[in-house]
């Protein structure tokens, strides 16, 4: 279990303040990194964010990639900036959960950030492509119990892989983890009927989910997705593996509380207008509400939960 003071320099109750208050913040372009590539979730809504941010703020906003080394190249990258609000970075709650157990050599960790506010949770899916032996989830884990059952991840000690060794463990099963290196490989197998079910986020796979070459069994975490309504939760089906998707909008720790404020009232009103959540429900992905104490209580629960998985089952990277 993680013992330390702080988890992430809290903002917690912090009313928000005018770009009077401010002190004349922003004067420049603020730039958000994602540690992911074009097209994955987090990817996709800050760059539908970005322009409302703009408008908001009065300042362009540039969202930008630097992938890699499961988000840790970003994460460092903003880690080391100046603390002055003007490099953020958009978090996934595998980056500051798993990956500090995950890398320990990265030097990412959760206090190295201050949150500014939680943006959304990123639909999980559990899938099956045409060889899982069953078209439930229930029936999947039960099959698992008399044969092997292959299942894929976009990598080891993924949310993805958190939840699949969680499911195995419950179910008493051979389930035989496949690690891809990323999840377009993944999927591209799944779809062929070379592994038997896949989890992998909404988003990317959404067309094959429509299309009926994929179907969904569960969504990953507590709650049913909008996109997915009549789709079970993993957690309606096997209590207990409660792990999902979400990411949050950090800045380096030290920030001034003046600037994180400005631009988290930014996102609050982009990501209250209809048309916002319409799109966002779309992609699978669902508005998180709430503050910077949000961010603060989810990482540390996911950090420890993580954390002891990944020391007990011995995973490493793939």
Known sequence: MMQRRTLLTGLAGLPFMSLAQA?????????????FGPGSSSDVVMRLLAPHLQEALGQTVIVDNISGAAGNIAAMTVAKAKADGYTLVSATNSMLGSNPHMFPGSGVQPELFTPIAPIANIGLVVVAGPAAPADTLAGVLEASRKKRVTYGTPGAGTPMHLVGEMLRERAKGDMEHVAYKGGAAMVADLVSGQIDIGIVAYTPASGLIKGGRLKPLAVCGTSRLQALPH?????????????????????????????CALIAA??????????????????????????????????????????????????RPS
């Open 23 to 35: 002190q004349g913040f922003p004067s420049q372009p603020i730039k958000i990194l994602g540690g």
């Open 266 to 315: 930014a996102a609050d009103k982009a990501l209250s207008l209809p048309n916002i959540q319409a799109q966002l429900i779309e992609m699978g992905c669902d508005r998180l509400k709430g503050g910077p104490d949000t961010v603060v209580k989810l990482t540390k629960a996911e950090y420890d939960l993580a954390g002891d998985l990944i020391k007990r089952l011995n995973i």
């Open 231 to 259: 789709v079970p939760a993993v957690n309606e089906v096997v209590p207990g593996v409660n792990i999902g998707g979400w990411f949050a909008l950090l800045a380096p720790a030290g920030t001034p509380a003046s600037a």
